[in-house]
């Protein structure tokens, strides 16, 4: 056999590297996945919503199943340095779900509750699809959060009513957290002797020169008044198990609403004005809002 000539050798290697990967590409392209986080910045425990989109572009109707080998959805994680972080149960179950030719399934996923995201520091996060008629793995490009912890402005360690059983405590922590164009205050509520943590959400807009008010009332339930904005307060009742009771904006007219207790042990808001702000602050602040439950946080 007469030896390839080093230049057409050279030629012959680029052009079976460029075929190669422009079949990769055409394989690749038949199921589109895209991940996605509203931001990239988060408080320990604090939900960590990510959206996938899966896009297929194969053709022809698409059945997305479990087969014995593989789960047809799940999540690549590793830390900053490379470790794998592995999901907290690896058998989960997740239903089939069928996407027609040239239609885009999105599914909003809380990954707190899934991983053991405890460290502080970045996460490398790839979304990967499994489609068993093509007999591979599909994945999204990777997208790198940081979990950190706020700043805490006030800590209180309170009992929860009851005549049953043991004393159980909760400790309660409100927390500030800077993001890229405000700040946040966060609350947590959890039960550090059993390691459970009952809510980790955000409460809103919170302006750092002043602290916020807190009053607890006869049941050691939690009122919050914070200062939102300039003349602006946002109040808010929660629970002890990190239920949401009422939230109200206040503005200051003619007064500066502040938080008081009754005769009976319940805390209200006395003076400013309550007010519902209009959909141009609500498109300015694009917060999370605090009625958007998580689903359980681990060990809850």
């Not at 809380?110 to 699809?129: D, S």
């Not at 042990?265 to 141009?280: D, F, H, N, S």
Request: aromatic share 10%.
């Amino acid at each position: 056999m007469t030896p390839l000539r080093p230049g057409f050798a050279r030629c012959f290697l680029f052009l079976a590297v460029l075929l190669a990967f422009a079949g990769a590409e055409r394989c690749a392209a038949q199921v589109n996945i895209e991940l996605s986080f509203k931001r990239k910045l988060f408080v320990l425990y604090e939900p960590i919503v990510a959206v996938v989109s899966i896009d297929n572009l194969s053709g022809r109707p698409l059945v997305l199943d479990n087969t014995d080998q593989h789960r047809w959805f799940g999540f690549t994680i590793e830390t900053g340095d490379g470790r794998p972080v592995p999901p907290n149960n690896p058998d989960y179950e997740l239903a089939p779900v069928a996407i027609a030719p040239g239609e885009k399934l999105t599914r909003a996923v809380n990954l707190t509750p899934l991983f053991p995201l405890q460290e502080f520091g970045p996460y490398r996060i790839k979304a990967t699809v499994y489609a068993a008629p093509f007999e591979r793995f599909f994945s999204s490009r990777p997208e790198t959060v940081e979990v950190t912890d706020g700043r805490p402005v006030w800590q209180e360690v309170v009992g929860v009513p009851g005549d049953d059983g043991p004393p159980q405590l909760r400790t309660i922590t409100l927390l500030s957290h800077k993001l890229s164009r405000s700040t946040r205050l966060y609350v947590r509520i959890e039960d550090k002797e059993g390691g459970k943590i009952y809510a980790m959400y955000q409460l809103g807009p919170y302006l750092t020169f002043g602290r916020p008010e807190v009053l607890l009332d006869l049941r050691n339930e939690i009122h919050v008044l914070q200062n939102s904005a300039p003349k602006q307060f946002l109040y808010t009742h929660l629970g002890l198990a990190g239920e949401i009771l009422g939230q109200q904006a206040y503005l200051e007219a003619g007064s500066r609403p502040t938080l008081v207790k009754d005769n009976q042990g319940g805390v209200k808001v006395v003076g400013g004005r309550p007010y519902t702000p209009g959909e141009e602050e609500a498109a300015a602040e694009a917060a999370d809002k605090v009625g958007d439950r998580p689903v359980p946080l681990p060990g809850s």
